[in-house]
């Protein structure tokens, strides 16, 4: 990670969580890191403990609606004026909602399309034209995935299908800048309590059922993808707790 230090780095979605975890590691690594979301009082509160931490890195919450194109647009602007640009952008925003396949509603399910893809495919291609103005030539786009039930998961089948084909595209810019796809199990955070928002009882349930990874687990991959060496491109790691592998 060394060559990480004082670099730039976006993580969607790094309010709690995942996100949170993961921001929290690359900071701790001495990044910059700037971590959006809707609401950024939960990432003002986390960039305090990392700065009472002493850790070498820094920060920056960044309010950022990724239903919004403009919203996305705005904050790459930013960081380019404040920061010159984005080294590493962690696509780790998604939300799911319970909303079946044969009686769904139709503006759900336009919702998870809106984050879980099309947000994605937004901060990769902004992410990726700030690497190439500045010539970075070592920079690495990754994207957290999952797989859980209904429509969701064809959103998330997306996002392995959309890795596949950056990598594919990056081959043929002749760039050395890399694209990874992480995808975790059940992992436990506040993500089925916001999934089964009605029926808090059901979203505990399912932690309690299953033997699950932690979001720092998460964190953990995103700093090993990180430390290979450059000539090494690692494409997709799955990862499941111990007891679930056979």
Request: aromatic share 6%; net charge negative.
């Amino acid at each position: 990670m060394e060559r990480w230090k004082g670099r730039v780095a976006l993580v969607t979605g790094a309010s709690v969580g995942i996100g949170a975890a993961v921001a929290r590691a690359l900071v701790q690594h001495g990044m910059k890191v700037v971590g959006c979301a809707r609401n950024v009082d939960k990432i003002e509160k986390l960039a305090a403990e990392c700065e009472s931490a002493g850790y070498s890195g820094i920060l920056i919450p960044y309010k950022c609606d990724l239903c919004n194109e403009e919203e996305i647009l705005s904050m790459f602007s930013a960081i380019k004026t404040l920061h010159q640009g984005v080294d590493v952008c962690v696509n780790n925003a998604g939300l799911a909602h319970n909303e079946p396949l044969l009686t769904g509603n139709t503006h759900a399910w336009r919702n998870m399309i809106d984050v879980n893809v099309l947000a994605l495919s937004i901060c990769t291609r902004e992410a990726f034209q700030s690497m190439r103005e500045r010539n970075v030539d070592d920079g690495h786009i990754i994207n957290i995935n999952s797989a859980d039930e209904h429509f969701y998961c064809a959103t998330k089948f997306a996002v392995t299908a959309l890795t596949e084909g950056l990598r594919q595209e990056l081959r043929q810019a002749d760039t050395h800048i890399r694209a990874t796809c992480i995808s975790p199990g059940i992992v436990e955070t506040e993500f089925a309590f916001r999934h089964h928002n009605s029926d808090p009882e059901r979203a505990a349930a399912v932690y309690e059922s299953i033997k699950c990874l932690k979001a720092e687990d998460v964190a953990s991959a995103v700093t090993y993808v990180l430390s290979a060496p450059a000539h090494v491109q690692i494409g997709d790691i799955q990862m499941r707790p111990v007891e679930q592998v056979s």
